[in-house]
């Protein structure tokens, strides 16, 4: 199973299969199952349709890596558009970036002015979320995310339990009284900078989520945020958070849209926070194929549709 996460995750990364997956109409209807359309009206159409379950949402639009101002600029436009939208709507609907999208490989300058005006958008009481990529961009993105918050409380960032550092990143970041979403990671890294087996990713990120749960209920931590569609390990959490005495409402859990659909309603049902993910664009190959990487279900769900082709 490790050999084909690792043979995906190259995959998500090759040029050739980027340009030419998208056309095969297997991969355009596996993808369909993990976003509602590639366009700004299928997202929020879907976050309408999350709302009636009481289900919060996130939106992201897909792409990453941009190497031209202009782009980078109309990237900036776009999710200011969706803001206008989703506050026309009334709609308890957030946004996630990605910073490479903003022109981060550009100029740190440039892509954090990009992010400032996204925030500057958003309501003060809603969180504007900074994905974390690659482990090259980690360092770039703390300091871009520390910058920000120092005015504005209402940024938060992703972290990574696969990656080694985290841990102290965490701490780094405690005293700033951040907002934070936890994931388990989805890029390719060596082993000496991520950890390679699945038990020791999953471990550290329950050792994480507990000093996440425990800041924030302390007040050190504006919010926290967990990111993941394993089953086991948010019952772990529910359990460990009843055991600390604390509300439902401070487990958030974020999931994917169409994955885990009745365990996300199942935690918004019983009193927690359920969140999904509605990810949308056109630039979705090698986000999607990095979910498969995260899940080996959805790897067969992909193959069920090539032999429905």
Not at 61 to 70: I, P
Not at 104 to 131: G, H, K, Y
Request: net charge positive.
């Amino acid at each position: 199973m490790a050999l084909m996460r690792s043979m995906l995750l190259a995959a998500s990364q090759n040029v050739w299969l980027r340009e030419h997956a998208v056309n095969y109409p297997f991969v355009r209807r596996s993808v369909s199952r993990f976003m509602p359309g590639e366009t700004l009206e299928a997202a929020l159409a879907a976050a309408q349709a999350l709302r009636l379950k009481n289900l919060g949402s996130v939106f992201t639009h897909l792409g990453e890596n941009v190497s031209d101002r202009d782009e980078a600029r109309k990237v900036t436009e776009h999710y200011l558009e969706v803001l206008d939208r989703i506050h026309q709507l009334n709609l308890s609907t957030e946004v996630s970036v990605k910073l490479t999208q903003l022109g981060l490989d550009l100029s740190p300058e440039f892509c954090f002015d990009n992010l400032i005006q996204i925030i500057r958008r958003e309501s003060p009481s809603a969180t504007v979320w900074v994905d974390m990529e690659a482990s090259n961009y980690v360092d770039a993105t703390l300091n871009i995310y520390k910058n920000a918050l120092k005015n504005h409380p209402n940024v938060g960032l992703c972290l990574q339990s696969y990656l080694r550092r985290t841990q102290k990143d965490l701490a780094d970041l405690l005293p700033l009284r951040p907002a934070i979403r936890l994931v388990k990671g989805a890029y390719k890294e060596p082993p000496e900078i991520a950890f390679p087996k699945k038990a020791d990713v999953n471990e550290n990120y329950f050792v994480l989520a507990q000093e996440l749960l425990r800041a924030q209920s302390a007040g050190e931590c504006s919010r926290a945020a967990f990111g993941t569609h394993d089953v086991a390990l948010i019952r772990r959490l529910a359990d460990f958070a009843g055991q600390q005495g604390y509300a439902k409402a401070i487990l958030e859990v974020q999931m994917l849209y169409g994955i885990q659909r009745v365990e996300q309603e199942r935690l918004a049902r019983e009193g927690y926070r359920s969140i999904v993910l509605v990810a949308y664009g056109s630039y979705w190959y090698p986000w999607f194929v990095r979910r498969l990487a995260e899940r080996p279900a959805n790897l067969w769900f992909m193959l069920r549709n090539v032999f429905a082709s």
